[in-house]
């Protein structure tokens, strides 16, 4: 393939294309400081704050993205996640990248070579090794908290299991640096009450507070305890991203009891009693979640693991995961309509994984605000697969339609790496620009004062509001 000569292709206007779209990106959104309230980061690798030292390792050892681009430009497995070097893996990147134009992988690599080590080449072959020296050596002079202060990323809320001590968030905490760490409360490992490691799980979870679960009010037990401890240590947020429908049945206490000691003994549960298990788990943690002033997060509609062959070869999370078409409507409305009317509904972000069903989440979310707390039910940022260009704008608009964005929380990484932050700024410019073309077609009143506060507000000031950390 011939090189892609292109100088400063990464440019002070990229994806504006009008001068009030420049002007409300340059102006108001900018500058603005980054809270970033879902990602995968590790809080490890943050309190420990130890430079990155290789690209390969900050880019590519947990890049679902990047591998699912490098399997369809057939790059051989062991370039990918087996043990190829750090070298040639990165060489081997270099070699899809000219390949993914028009995949968001394109900007995205750009974008951050651009921002982190101030590269404007194109990644290729015939730049891969001196990009690969310059931006090692530079990494091995940066710490994960230098990188965060440059993007100026104030608050990082991670994903953590019920059972972590979240020691290293302690850490971090006593260290009073610029960027805020906090945890998310995630239980998904107690919903799957079907599968084998239900029991070990089980068993963790009552190491971890000291006493026996061998009934439904000592799980609900375990987890106040846990939830006490999470919001001792600042924790604001909680998460569920289980694949497949979500469950919403009827059920009794009592039955929930009876199923989960039929689990613990070891006796084949039916389809039901799974669904009634969940939909107990689900309901009780979304009312703790209310209790404590908690923001509750929906990630909905994935199908993982779809390739048998490579989760044998390489485990859970290989990149072989995709966008489900589960059922969502009814059961999302019968959940929300029995916490609302029971004045127990939390402060709720919904994310869809298929793009069919946008308005039916944006629609979801408007029937259970409340006058009490503006932009409450927030249906969130474009997610996963839906996270480029076209996602994004389509997102903005559905949301646009449907309900209100100057009241939208904003963009999220949900990425586990340090050197993700610029997909902040590739949302404010899509934003900006969108806006900006409203204006230029006489759709918007062309007021730049009033609509670079709404801008300030999506990027920040609506996040900061909704969330309430304690800084």
Known sequence: MPDIHSKNFIHDDFLLESDVAKTLYHEYAK?????????????????????LNNITDAWLKEDHYKWRGMRANGIEEDYITGKASLEHKFLKWAETVPYTLRNPLFHWTHLELKRYF??????????AKSIYKKVNTILKTKTPTDLLELMKVEVVCTTDDPTDDLKYHKQIKQRNGYTKVYPTFRPDNLFFIEQDHFQTYLKKLATTVNFNIDSIESLLKAIDNRIDYFHKHGCRLSDFGISGPISMEDYTLKEVDTILKKQINGTLLTPLEIKKYRSCLLEYLSKSYHKKGWVQQFHLGVIRNNNKRLKEQFGADAGCDSIGDYPIAETLSKLFDKLDYDNALAKTITYNLNPSQNEVFATMMGNFNSSQTPGKMQWGSAWWFLDQKNGMEKQINTLSNLGLLSRFVGMLTDSRSLLSFPRHEYFRRILCNLLGEDIK???????????????????????????????
Do not use: R, W
């Not at 879902?38 to 690798?45: E, G, T, V």
């Not at 007021?447 to 969330?467: E, L, S």
């Open 31 to 51: 500058n603005m400081p980054i809270i970033d309230y879902h990602n995968h980061l590790s809080p490890q690798q943050i309190a420990e704050n130890k430079p």
């Open 118 to 127: 101030n590269i404007d080449d194109i990644l290729q072959p015939s730049t």
């Open 441 to 471: 077609k006489g759709l918007l009143p062309n007021d730049i004062n009033f609509i670079g506060k709404m801008v300030q507000d999506i990027c920040y000031n609506n996040a900061t509001n909704y969330f309430k950390f304690q800084c």
